[in-house]
T-cell receptor
Framework: DTAVSQTPKYLVTQMGNDKSIKCEQN?????MYWYKQDSKKFLKIMFS???????INETVPNRFSPKSPDKAHLNLHINSLELGDSAVYFC????????????????FGSGTQLSVL | AQSVTQLGSHVSVSEGALVLLRCNYS??????LFWYVQYPNQGLQLLLK??????LVKGINGFEAEFKKSETSFHLTKPSAHMSDAAEYFC??????????FGAGTRLFVKA
C-alpha cells in the first residue's frame, strides 16, 4: 500500500538511449511533480501537473517529456540521455485541501537513481 | 522570488546532545515553511510545517522549529539526538502555489 511508487528504482543506461520512469500515487491527490536531486543532494523542481494539466515547466531540456494519463500517474520520458542526466529523480504528489498549507505538503516516492554511462 | 539557505552542509553532534539545524529564507510574501528528512536511499518525509498562527511548530520524532519573521529564520531543533536521527534534512519554502523551493540540505551525523 505504498503511497507514491516509482519504477524502476535503479536505471543504468548508455548515453544516447531513451528511457522512461513511471510514477503512481494512490493517495487521491490532484497534483504530481518531478524533482531532480543531483550528486550534491540539491533538489530542483522539473515539472508539475494538476489534474492532468501541466502547470509548472521549469527550465528543463526538451529531451525531458512528462506525461500524465490520469491524475494518479505521472511518467517521465527522457530522450537521448546525456552524462549530465545522471541523478536521482523523485516523483511527489500533494493534496488539494482547505487547510492552509495543505496544497504545499509534498509526499515523495523513494526515487529512481539514473546512471548514464 | 523565494529562496532558502541552510547554514552548514554537515552537522555532527553526540548522542543525547542538542540538535540545531539552521535555515534562513527569503520571500516577498508570507511563506509556508517546511522541514523534510531524507534517510539513505529513501524519498523525503515531512517533519513539520509552518503556515500561520503559532510560531513554534512541533513535528514528528521530537523535532520542532520556530518561525522568526524578524530574522527570516526557521531553525530546526531537537533537545536530545538519537542515532536514528542521522539523515539529510531539507528546509523548504512555498508561497502558496505549486512550487516548493528546497535548501541545499544539511547532513546530520550522530556520534555514539
Amino acid at each position: 500500500d505504498t503511497a507514491v511508487s516509482q519504477t524502476p528504482k535503479y536505471l543504468v543506461t548508455q548515453m544516447g538511449n531513451d528511457k522512461s520512469i513511471k510514477c503512481e500515487q494512490n493517495l487521491g491527490h490532484d497534483t504530481m511533480y518531478w524533482y531532480k536531486q543531483d550528486s550534491k543532494k540539491f533538489l530542483k523542481i522539473m515539472f508539475s501537473y494538476n489534474n492532468k494539466e501541466l502547470i509548472i515547466n521549469e527550465t528543463v531540456p526538451n529531451r525531458f517529456s512528462p506525461k500524465s494519463p490520469d491524475k494518479a500517474h505521472l511518467n517521465l520520458h527522457i530522450n537521448s540521455l546525456e552524462l549530465g542526466d545522471s541523478a536521482v529523480y523523485f516523483c511527489a504528489s500533494s493534496p488539494l485541501g482547505r487547510e492552509e498549507g495543505t496544497n504545499e505538503k509534498l509526499f515523495f516516492g523513494s526515487g529512481t537513481q539514473l546512471s548514464v554511462l | 522570488a523565494q529562496s532558502v539557505t541552510q547554514l552548514g552542509s554537515h552537522v555532527s553532534v553526540s548522542e543525547g546532545a542538542l540538535v540545531l539545524l539552521r535555515c534562513n529564507y527569503s520571500s516577498s510574501v508570507p511563506p509556508y515553511l517546511f522541514w523534510y528528512v531524507q534517510y539513505p536511499n529513501q524519498g523525503l518525509q515531512l517533519l513539520l510545517k509552518y503556515t500561520t498562527g503559532a510560531t513554534l511548530v512541533k513535528g514528528i520524532n521530537g523535532f520542532e522549529a520556530e518561525f522568526k519573521k524578524s530574522e527570516t529564520s526557521f531553525h530546526l531543533t531537537k533537545p536530545s539526538a538519537h542515532m536514528s536521527d542521522a539523515a539529510e534534512y531539507f528546509c523548504a519554502v512555498n508561497t502558496g502555489g505549486f512550487k516548493t523551493i528546497f535548501g541545499a540540505g544539511t547532513r546530520l551525523f550522530v556520534k555514539a
